[in-house]
């Protein structure tokens, strides 16, 4: 069974940094693009950044300039590094993977790790 697991939230002052991190374990035969979104309260989940197998990356607007994702395919690991945070960066933040098990694609999600930006 695939199952994406998050790390390395918490609570950070603004303009201080996190990097979340985010372990593939299980069977898989390959990993496409994977990502973060994250949801605040209220709000729904929305995409923050998103990488895929040759490390080609995409941000959003308000992840731009401040966040970097990478991954190591080799661990089967994708991380985002997050700088100059704001209070409106509060939300969880979820993993994401497009994963081929044996006979299919899916798309799998990590359970959530909280990021409080706030003093």
């Known amino acids: 069974q695939v199952q994406l697991v998050e790390s390395g939230g918490g609570l950070v002052q603004p303009g201080g940094s996190l990097t979340l991190s985010c372990a593939t374990s299980g069977r898989t035969v390959a990993i496409t693009t994977m990502g973060w979104y994250r949801q605040a309260p209220g709000k729904q989940r929305e995409l923050v950044a998103t990488?895929?197998?040759?490390?080609?990356?995409y941000y959003s607007e308000a992840a731009k300039g401040r966040f970097t994702i990478s991954r190591d395919n080799t661990k089967k690991t994708v991380s985002l590094q997050m700088n100059s945070l704001k209070p409106e960066d509060t939300a969880v933040y979820f993993c994401?993977?497009?994963?081929?098990?044996?006979?299919?694609?899916?798309?799998?999600w990590g359970q959530g790790t909280q990021v409080t930006v706030s003093s």
């Open positions: 990488i895929t197998y040759e490390s080609n990356s």
């Open positions: 994401n993977a497009r994963i081929l098990v044996p006979g299919m694609w899916d798309d799998y």
